[in-house]
């Protein structure tokens, strides 16, 4: 079972593609002809979605079956099986594209977020994802990266304080942000800080905050960065990351490394549906 939020954004996709009627489905094959299709690896990755994509399926055609090969979170390699599908073939030919869709993209998402995970290991910082995601679909790209064994970061601008720098200009400085944010603030939430100096450290530090982000800091500044504050704050590093700069950056001390590119510029999983 998926939550309503996913049968959501599964049901929206699956109209959006068959709008008024598969016209080549409906014209080839006959609505209770039964047959079985495989979904198979053409690279290594990480798999991600099964439950997503075995129920797109099921939102056409509760009737079809499934026989799992592989499960979220474990590495497959080119050429094996992940899924077998049976069923009745005009269901499952109008659910392919969907089903792929989402489930390579969650894939492509787990796969990168693994190799960023692996590249930081023996280093406290922990790999963040951020709010540059697919629109409409930021609660299955997020789960992905969970998957992929990253951590979320907020989930939108409702669950979580972060000033960056256009809160800053707008009230000219970070005291004056951070003094009109604590007017406001829940108890039980943080208050963020962007940074792009040590001066501007300095400043976060004296405001009190919880955690302090290094936004496209040189290695070098970072590692004073997390000198000056010393534990007295978390510290996030941002900006300008990569998988050959990644194992540097947490080798600053920092606590936490966000990564846009785990979910705006993935390359989808290579998977193909084939009737057997």
Same mark, same amino acid.
């Given at each position: ?15 959006? =593609? ?15 002809? /039964? ?15 099964? =439950? ?12 079809? #079956?499934? #026989? ?35 489930? #390579? ?127 007295? /704050? ?16 947490? /080798? ?16 989808? /999983? =290579? ?6």
């Amino acid at each position: 079972m998926v939550s309503r939020q996913i049968r959501k954004i599964i049901e929206t996709a699956l109209a959006e =593609d068959i709008g008024t009627g598969d016209i080549t489905t409906g014209a080839i094959v006959g609505s209770e002809l /039964a047959g079985k299709a495989q979904a198979w690896a053409k690279d290594d990755f990480v798999v991600a979605g099964i =439950d997503i994509f075995k129920e797109v399926f099921f939102c056409l055609d509760d009737r079809t #079956q499934f #026989q799992l090969r592989a499960s979220d979170g474990e590495l497959v390699k080119k050429g094996d099986v992940v899924a077998e599908i049976s069923g009745r073939l005009f269901y499952i030919l109008q659910a392919e594209r969907v089903a792929l869709n989402i489930f #390579q993209r969650m894939c492509g998402i787990a796969t990168l977020t693994r190799k960023y995970v692996e590249a930081v290991r023996g280093t406290k910082a922990k790999i963040l994802d951020t709010r540059k995601t697919m629109p409409g679909l930021r609660v299955i790209d997020k789960m992905a990266v969970s998957i992929g064994g990253g951590f979320n970061h907020r989930m939108g601008l409702y669950d979580g304080v972060m000033i960056k720098d256009n809160h800053i200009a707008a009230a000219g400085n970070i005291t004056a942000a951070v003094e009109a944010q604590r007017k406001r603030l829940a108890h039980t939430l943080k208050i963020e800080v962007e940074t792009k100096n040590l001066s501007e450290v300095q400043e976060a530090l004296d405001c009190g905050v919880e955690i302090i982000m290094l936004d496209n800091m040189a290695l070098e500044e970072m590692k004073k960065a997390v000198e000056l504050i010393a534990g007295r /704050a978390l510290v996030e590093a941002s900006g300008n990351v990569n998988l050959q700069r990644v194992a540097a950056i947490a /080798a600053t001390g920092v606590d936490y490394i966000s990564v846009g590119e785990l979910t705006h510029s993935v390359r989808a /999983a =290579d998977i193909s549906l084939l009737i057997k």
